[in-house]
């Protein structure tokens, strides 16, 4: 049947129904016949296009390969890599994969495996949706996983590279040669420096991620080459793009960086300039450091009454706070209006001694050491706000002296304390970070732990682990229901050593119900605790599969 309706008009009549209109050839028979012969027409008389440019092949990947039941391993996180869904509440006895897929893939990129080429896109897809599997996906996926991902839009977070990246092609790359499992941009010769053709084009036309990747792959050579490439277009570039490449010099910086960041603080973007200034303040020898140590010395010291800045033990430290923020401490990264709430001067306190090198404190208070400053006494209700700048500043410049003794004691409740206590325990060493939060446990149980796990290292240390398992017991006896503590047991099933699940696995045990416990709470425990111990089986069988051992078949 010929016909020389517009195909267009075929299809708003087959849309409205022939009870709206009339369809082309009267019937709705006819409407079909006509659309099939117009359909077939379409699809023959398309005419041949030029084919693109091929891309260039995968490059290779000499890492070693997957033992076989890992890989098989990984086909089973992956299918399951969105878990039993929900938090609280009742989770069942059965491990939850989803949450041992990134654990996983850091075990394997310790051991420097490569992914297999089958698995590559699920993976991608598994990082795509979830933004904590990224870092460690894009080390696992290595040269060939950013070759694919040039491929394919959807997975261009694989582009934006990380700190310590490798901008070469990975042609050659091996375990050694893809630290941190960052990947820089293909197509740049080992060595380019900012002058290279190759470098200049890809800065100038690449994705703004390719060039973020681009920049953090020659900062890593050379620091100062990186800050010539910005430097080239800084003042054609989008705030927000600027804000990016700024924060980007975080990896590698140093004194060389300053003159470039003391231009910046006069950019046009509020942001930038914020970010230029708190760079700055982790340089203890720059000039706004210095600045910023001048201006904090005029407004904290030790009261003259109480011993000067003499050793007494009847020294107390005074607070001026300022009274003004004027035009060059705005420039120097304090802004001027506070959060709701705060009070202005304390807002510009905080400020300027939170970029204020602590080095400068010593000194100020008669050569006491950081725990001998932070006991003294401070005057006129100051003490919550100097102390909370103190730890915002020990933070920042990851100073562990400083962070030790603003941290406090673990017997202390951490509502006294001024600052967030997980963050000052990060600057700890991860041995005496694990040993502070044991003793934390042991004082106050679990209510107030979970931020404080959160930064201990993997697997818990043997006294961690104890502390927390006895927490658990105790909740456990007491009769309430396990799911206020699901977070820490989540944690737990992650964190303890798997050389433990067959002496935790008596917990597992259904036990007796005190009286004024809640009814059915014993089951519920010993549901949680038989997952923990599955888990800790599992992950123990995990780590033996990427040694390449053979490890009897569970129903994991």
């Known amino acids: 049947m010929e016909t020389t309706v517009p195909w267009s008009e075929l299809v708003t009549a087959a849309l409205l129904g022939a009870e709206r209109r009339t369809p082309p050839g009267g019937s709705v028979t006819a409407l079909l016949d006509a659309a099939a012969v117009e359909t077939v027409r379409r699809r023959a008389g398309m005419l041949p296009t ?51 897929l990134p654990q996983w893939l850091a075990a394997a990129n310790e051991r420097g495996y490569r992914v297999p080429d089958a698995q590559l896109p699920d993976l991608l897809d598994a990082a795509r949706a979830r933004t904590d599997l990224r ?33 070469g092609t990975g042609a050659e790359a091996g375990a050694d040669a893809v630290p941190d499992g960052a990947v820089g941009p293909a197509g740049i010769p080992p060595g380019a420096g900012p002058d290279d053709e190759a470098v200049h084009r890809l800065w100038d036309e690449g994705l703004f991620s390719e060039r973020v990747a681009l920049l953090t792959a020659v900062r890593q050579r050379d620091p100062a080459a990186g800050l010539t490439l910005l430097a080239r277009s800084w003042s054609k570039e989008r705030a927000e793009d600027r ?32 970010t230029a200034a708190e760079l700055l303040s982790s340089l203890p020898g720059s000039a706004l450091a210095a ?4 201006r904090a010395r005029s407004c904290v010291g030790v009261d003259p009454t109480g011993g000067g800045a003499a050793r007494s033990g009847a020294a107390r430290v005074v607070v001026e706070a300022p009274h003004e923020c004027d035009a060059a401490m705005q420039r120097d990264g304090v802004t001027p209006k506070p959060p709701a709430g705060r009070g202005e001067r304390a807002w510009w306190l905080v400020q300027l001694v ?12 008669g050569d ?10 401070v005057a006129d209700g ?24 603003l941290v406090g004691a673990p017997g202390a409740p951490l509502a006294d304390g001024p600052g967030d206590p997980a963050k000052l325990l990060a600057v700890l060493p991860s041995a005496e970070r694990a040993d502070w939060a044991a003793r934390f446990i042991a004082a106050h149980g679990l209510s107030e732990a979970f931020r404080i796990l959160g930064v201990c290292a993997l697997p818990w240390t043997a006294a961690l682990g104890r502390a927390v398992v006895d927490a658990l017991e105790i909740a456990r006896d007491a009769g309430s229901y396990p799911w206020s503590f699901s977070g820490v047991m989540g944690l737990a099933e992650r964190c303890l050593d798997p050389a433990d699940a067959d002496r935790l696995a008596p917990l597992a045990a259904v036990p007796d119900e005190p009286e004024d416990g809640a009814p059915g709470a014993g089951s519920y425990w010993s549901e949680a605790f038989q997952r923990l111990v599955s888990t800790l089986r599992l992950r123990a069988e995990m780590l033996a599969e990427l040694r390449g051992e053979e490890v009897p078949a569970s129903g994991g």
Do not use: Y
């Open 50 to 100: 030029t084919a693109g440019p091929r891309p260039d092949p995968a490059p290779e990947d000499h890492r070693a390969p997957l033992p076989r039941a890992a890989a098989h391993r990984l086909t089973l996180l992956l299918a399951n890599r969105w878990g039993t869904g929900g938090s609280g509440g009742r989770r069942g006895a059965t491990p939850d994969l989803a949450e041992l």
């Open 135 to 167: 870092p460690q996906a894009r080390t696992f996926a290595g040269p060939r996983g950013l070759w694919l991902a040039r491929q394919n839009p959807e997975w261009k977070f694989v582009l934006r590279g990380t700190p310590g990246s490798d901008a």
């Open 243 to 274: 804000l990016m490449f700024l924060d980007s010099l975080r990896g590698g910086l140093s004194p060389e960086d300053e003159p470039f960041l003391e231009s910046a603080l006069g950019d046009r973007s509020r942001t930038v300039r914020a």
């Open 291 to 294: 600045r910023m140590a001048e």
């Open 354 to 365: 939170e970029a204020t090198p602590l080095s400068t404190w010593p000194e100020r208070f």
């Open 368 to 377: 006491r050491t950081p725990a001998e400053i932070t006991a003294l006494p």
């Open 382 to 405: 100051w003490r919550q706000d100097l102390h909370a700048a103190w730890c915002l500043a020990a933070v920042r410049q990851r100073d562990p002296e400083w962070a030790r003794a």
